[in-house]
C-alpha cells in the first residue's frame, strides 16, 4: 500500500531499476538497485563520478531507453507501457551539455520550431517568445542568428526553448559545464528564477558539487561500477541562495565531503 500511495504521490517514481550493457555474453550492469520518488516541483541534482551512469538514467526517464529491468513511472502511468510512453515523455524536455539549436535558423525561429513540434496555435507564439527571451535576459535577440551568439547566450536560447513548451519536467545533463563560471553562476540564477515561477520537476546531472548545493532540494549521490545511489542528500539551505554566503559554503562543505567518502569507498571491500 505504501508502495502504492508513493507512486500516486510523486512526479517521478523509479522502482527497482537494473541496466546492463553489451551482449548477453559479456554483459556489464550499469546501474544497480535503483529507487527514488521526486515530488513535483523538486529540484533534484545527479552527483556522481564520470561513467556512473548518470545520463543513463535520464535517458530511461525519458524513454529514450527502455531496454531496463525495473520500472518508471510519471505520474502515477508506467513509462515502460510503449503504448503511453509518447504521451508521457512529451511532457519532458531534455537539455544536454551542448545547446544542441539549429545553427541556420534564428532565435526566434529556434523558439518556434519547438513550439510547432509542441503543438503550441501558431497565434501564441510572437508573445510566447517575447516573454521567454525576457526571462532569459535576451531581449530584442530575435532575429539574431544562433552562429551570432557566445556560448553562455547559446545556453540561454537553450534554456527558453526547454521551458517554452511549458513541460512539467525538464531533465538537464550537464547543461553549463562548458561554460566558464561567471556565465554559468548567471545562468544558474536565470534558471533558479524561471523555476520557481513555474514550479517545474527539474532533474540535474552535474559534476560539480558547488553548482548542485546551489541549485537543489535534494543531492542524489552515486557511487560507480556499478552506478548505485549512496545517499539522498537533504539540502535545506534558504532560498534565495548567494554564491558568497558563509551557508552555503558550509552546506557545499558537507555535500563535498559526503561525496569525497562516497567515491572513495571500495566496492569490493566487503565482497
Ligand atoms: N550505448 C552504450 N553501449 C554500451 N555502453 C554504454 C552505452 N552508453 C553508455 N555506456 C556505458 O555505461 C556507463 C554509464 O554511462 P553514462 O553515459 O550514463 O555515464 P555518466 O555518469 O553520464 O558519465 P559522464 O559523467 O562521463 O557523462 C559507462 O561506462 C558507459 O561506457
Ligand atoms: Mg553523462
Excluded at 532560498?239 to 569490493?268: A, H
Aim: glycine fraction near 4%.
Amino acid at each position: 500500500m505504501e508502495y502504492v500511495s508513493r507512486i500516486i504521490n510523486s512526479k517521478i517514481t523509479v522502482c527497482e531499476l537494473n541496466k546492463y550493457f553489451g551482449t548477453q555474453e559479456k554483459k556489464r550492469q550499469i546501474l544497480k538497485d535503483i529507487d527514488f520518488s521526486v515530488k513535483e516541483g523538486e529540484f533534484i541534482c545527479l552527483l556522481g563520478p564520470s561513467g556512473c551512469g548518470k545520463s543513463t538514467i535520464l535517458n530511461l526517464i525519458s524513454g529514450l531507453d527502455m531496454d531496463y529491468s525495473g520500472k518508471v513511472f510519471i505520474d502515477g502511468q508506467l513509462v515502460s507501457n510503449a503504448r503511453t510512453s509518447v504521451e508521457l515523455t512529451r511532457r519532458m524536455t531534455y537539455l544536454f551539455q551542448e545547446p544542441r539549436l539549429l545553427p541556420w535558423l534564428t532565435v526566434e525561429k529556434n523558439l518556434f520550431f519547438a513550439l510547432k513540434c509542441a503543438k503550441v496555435p501558431k497565434s501564441d507564439w510572437k508573445s510566447a517568445v517575447t516573454e521567454m527571451l525576457h526571462l532569459v535576459h535576451l531581449d530584442g535577440m530575435e532575429k539574431h542568428y544562433i552562429h551570432e551568439l557566445s556560448g553562455g547566450m547559446q545556453h540561454r536560447v537553450a534554456i527558453a526553448r526547454a521551458f517554452i513548451v511549458n513541460p512539467d519536467i525538464i531533465l538537464m545533463d550537464e547543461p553549463f559545464s562548458a561554460l566558464d563560471e561567471l556565465t554559468a553562476r548567471s545562468i544558474r540564477s536565470t534558471l533558479l528564477d524561471i523555476w520557481r515561477r513555474d514550479c517545474k520537476t527539474i532533474l540535474f546531472v552535474t559534476h560539480n558539487a558547488m553548482e548542485a548545493t546551489y541549485l537543489s532540494d535534494r543531492i542524489f549521490m552515486f557511487s560507480a561500477n556499478p552506478g548505485e545511489i549512496e545517499e539522498f542528500y537533504q539540502n535545506d539551505l534558504p532560498r534565495p541562495r548567494q554564491y558568497e554566503s558563509d551557508e552555503l559554503f558550509k552546506t557545499n562543505q558537507e555535500v563535498v565531503t559526503k561525496f569525497m567518502s562516497i567515491i572513495g569507498r571500495d566496492k569490493n571491500e566487503n565482497a
